[in-house]
């Protein structure tokens, strides 16, 4: 059972901090870079960064169960309290959902697919986006069979915020297969709503955080994890 990782976070601050056992130092990779992380979990929404050691994010979620994330803000969903640390190890089972970014994958590696239009529903979100599935196949049987974190572009989500009802446009967003409640055909019309980014930050909480590390505005919305 996921315990929630807002509630553990805040534990851990409450209490003395210890000093941090030193980390193994990984082999070098020629795709190794940082990127901005941004996903949603049980209690809270979680903002934050990533080494990539794969071309995608899809990939390096789809290859490892344990995520180390630096500069990490976590704003609860109840009320909107944050927390922040310098730290913080994030298992793939606690993730509902994740913001995709970054470059293309290797082009030479896509097939070709089309877009069936689908929603779902996990944890407390619900999703609707587009699954790229082989030509002729059904996209209920395809997502039950693919990898466990699966991209779906053009996506949107809905979900509570401190009491509100919260909507907002994604981009490209990669669901935790393992976590789906319930998936099923959706229509364009559905999909295609106009509806506001969501933003990259908790506006309420950006001042309580060093995560960003820049006046830099946040990057746009990206839909290149499309496969």
Known sequence: ????LFRRLAH?????????????????SPLRR???????????RIFGFIQLDSERLTDTLNEREEFNLE???LVALDDGRAVEARELV???????????GGPRGNMARRSRTRPSPMILKSGPYTIHGYLHVPPGA???Q?????RPMVPLTSAWIEYQASGDHHRARIGTIIVNRALIEWVDRSRDEDVRVDLPVEARYDPRAKDMTGYVRSAAPPAAESELEAS
């Open 71 to 73: 500069s990490v803000l």
């Open 138 to 140: 059904d996209p209920i």
């Open 34 to 44: 940082e990127e901005e992380f941004a996903a949603y979990t049980e209690d809270c």
């Open 142 to 146: 395809h997502i039950r069979h693919r």
């Open 12 to 28: 851990s601050n409450a209490r003395d901090e210890a000093a941090p056992e030193a980390q193994p130092i990984p082999p070098p």
């Open 90 to 100: 994030v298992r793939r089972d606690e993730l509902f959902a994740v913001r995709a």
């Open 1 to 4: 059972m996921i315990d929630g």
